[in-house]
């Protein structure tokens, strides 16, 4: 079936949750993943993906190398990916427009923490302070990233995401784990909520993505995890903010006077922040990046262009060039973009266990990631809620923005976000 023809059959199906559910009792169900590793399989990926993958979101993403329906009118794919594993889909529908070892485990670095933020994000309000104390800081991994958290310090929750978002701290997410019972307890949320994303490729050990056996994940989980995750304005606002200022050391100036000043933190996200060899992204908003020694680099993306939101996972390039991560991903999303509504998807992004059926679309921003969908009021279906961030503090980032109607929870796990989610305000501000 074309995309074009596809497409406008998932939004016949918003109409009817009756017709919605029979259609897809009807759908074909995909062959079980193989179990997850054990605690004690190594992170160190082989050199080769397995013979046998996991097919959930469709059998061809369980096949090792490249897949995507070439046909007259489809772009031909950059020829110089160098990527263990790769995916390109439509944040929207959920198409998998192109994949690469899809379903690969591999170590994921900080992109875990994408699965981190939309686990934990839910738990407190930003306003919320935190005095450090050490046994929050006591099992951050030796060689971390860190954003420069002190202790006896007091912190907001606003404070701390910004140090898990920009600057990938470490520091940031045990601070954080601790206030959520613990480093084991976080763990353990983060593994059920991957179950619940039906992200199977996924065993997490740390929650900052700190390299540890058989701590494992794979590009279409994290495109999940990313997907999840953008439907919560404050994820959104975070991915896509640039500069902020973060409090520093409370110190004693030249009257004897305590004071605390702050420092500012860049995005380390290169297709937002940019770089001496990399250009910010045309409609970048996120999402997040890593890089450990048992992954490499490691990175999701999103993007709109022309009413199209696309993402874009890409795990460890061969090129051992700077950058690369990012070369690499916006070679895809310029792929992605010339291709969308030409090629045929090999597959889909699968639903959360938990979608619940739903004949109206409906914004879903409050953090429950693939819970009911609210249908948005009068005032404010097909309007952008645009999350602007300050030009002083936050940087010079415009924070994804979406209509009224993001999310469609259908029967039957159909996860699809409203076709209405282009980011109008993704306006890059240079001064």
Partial sequence: MPAPQKTARRSLLVVSAALTSFALTAAPVFAAPSPKPSSSASASPSATPPANMSTVGGARLGQAGTQVNLASGVPVLPKDLSARSWIVADAETGDVLAAHNAHWRLAPASTLKMLFADTVLPKFPSTEKHKVVPADLADVGAGSSMVGIKEDETYTVHDLWLGVFLRSGNDAVHVLSAMNGGVKNTVAEMNA?????????????????????????????????????????????????????????????????????????????????????????????????????????????????????????????????????????????????????????????????????????????????????????????GKPVAAAVDKGSRGIGIALAITGGVLVLLAAGAFLVNRRWPLPDLVRRRH
Wanted: hydrophobic residues 30%.
């Fill in 193 to 381: 909520h991957a179950e619940e994303l039906q992200a199977l490729d996924t065993n997490v050990v740390s929650p900052d993505g700190y390299d540890a056996e058989g701590q494992v994940s794979s590009a279409y989980d994290l495109t999940l995890f990313a997907r999840s995750g953008l439907q919560k304005k404050d994820f959104r606002e975070y991915s896509s903010t640039v500069t902020a200022k973060f409090p520093g050391e409370t110190k004693k100036n030249k009257k004897g006077k305590k004071v605390r000043g702050s420092f500012e933190i860049q995005n380390t996200n290169r297709l937002l922040s940019g770089d001496s060899d990399v250009d910010v992204y045309p409609g970048i908003a996120g999402v997040k990046n890593g890089n450990t020694t048992n992954a490499g680099a490691t990175f999701t993306g999103v993007a709109e262009r022309g009413g199209k939101v696309l993402l874009v996972t890409v795990m460890n390039p061969e090129k051992d060039e700077h950058n690369e991560v990012y070369k690499e991903t916006a070679k895809l999303f310029d792929w992605g973009f010339k291709a969308a509504g030409k090629v045929e998807p090999v597959g889909e992004l699968v639903a959360p266990k938990g979608a619940q059926p739903s004949a109206q679309p409906g914004a879903n921003d409050n953090g429950q990631a693939g819970g009911a969908s609210a249908s948005p009021s009068a005032s404010t279906a």
